[in-house]
């Protein structure tokens, strides 16, 4: 039902009908928001570096698609997500499916993302300054717009065929 969940919310993006009875959808939400959340070693880590440079951070937001956003901060007078990615996120360095499919939601549902991938992190070492340098310029880069997925984030349709707004039916197939 979790992964249910996703499709259901990519068919949303992409105008793809028919959409999940709905019932169905919010037993798939359901399951969505119920599974927990675990905090890793690296998410303590860098929610530790923001709270050093003096931010209030909430973790695990949940938000209204029900993906659950690893910390929140307000940073130049904006709420700021920030997603701590491990290796189970990509596949070599590209992101999982699941994980560009969330970025996308997020940035499409208003969320200003930065995305900390592991090995950029672990690149810092236990430079404290090093570590609160790069969440200042990773914050200051989603907020001057130079922080924007890359064109194929930005068009998750295009694999399956469908265009985005495209409200074809899926039994009809495509031509």
Same mark, same amino acid.
């Given at each position: ?9 990519w ?7 028919p959409?999940?009875?709905?019932a169905l ?23 530790a ?9 909430d ?13 929140v901060?307000?940073?130049g ?16 360095r ?13 940035a499409?549902?208003?969320?200003r993302?930065?995305? =900390?991938?592991?090995?950029?992190? %672990? +690149? @810092?070492?236990r430079? $404290?300054e090093?570590?609160? !340098?790069?969440?200042?310029? &990773? ?6 717009? =130079?922080?924007?997925?890359?064109? %194929? +984030? @930005?068009?998750?349709? $295009?694999?399956?065929?469908? !265009?985005?707004?495209?409200? &074809? ?7």
């Amino acid at each position: 039902l979790r992964q249910l969940h996703q499709w259901q919310l990519w068919r949303v993006q992409c105008g793809v009908l028919p959409q999940l009875p709905p019932a169905l959808r919010e037993r798939c939400l359901e399951a969505f928001v119920a599974s927990s959340a675990t905090t890793s070693a690296l998410q303590r880590n860098v929610v530790a570096a923001l709270r050093a440079l003096g931010l209030q951070v909430d973790e695990e937001v949940r938000t209204e698609l029900g993906y659950s956003v690893d910390a929140v901060v307000l940073w130049g007078g904006c709420e700021v997500a920030v997603e701590v990615d491990g290796p189970s996120h990509f596949v070599g360095r590209t992101p999982t499916g699941a994980t560009a499919l969330k970025r996308r939601l997020l940035a499409q549902g208003g969320w200003r993302l930065v995305a =900390l991938p592991y090995w950029e992190w %672990d +690149a @810092l070492g236990r430079r $404290a300054e090093a570590q609160r !340098e790069y969440l200042r310029r &990773r914050l200051d880069g989603v907020m001057a717009g =130079l922080e924007r997925p890359t064109r %194929d +984030a @930005l068009d998750p349709c $295009a694999a399956s065929g469908a !265009e985005p707004g495209d409200a &074809r039916d899926a039994s009809q197939g495509v031509d």
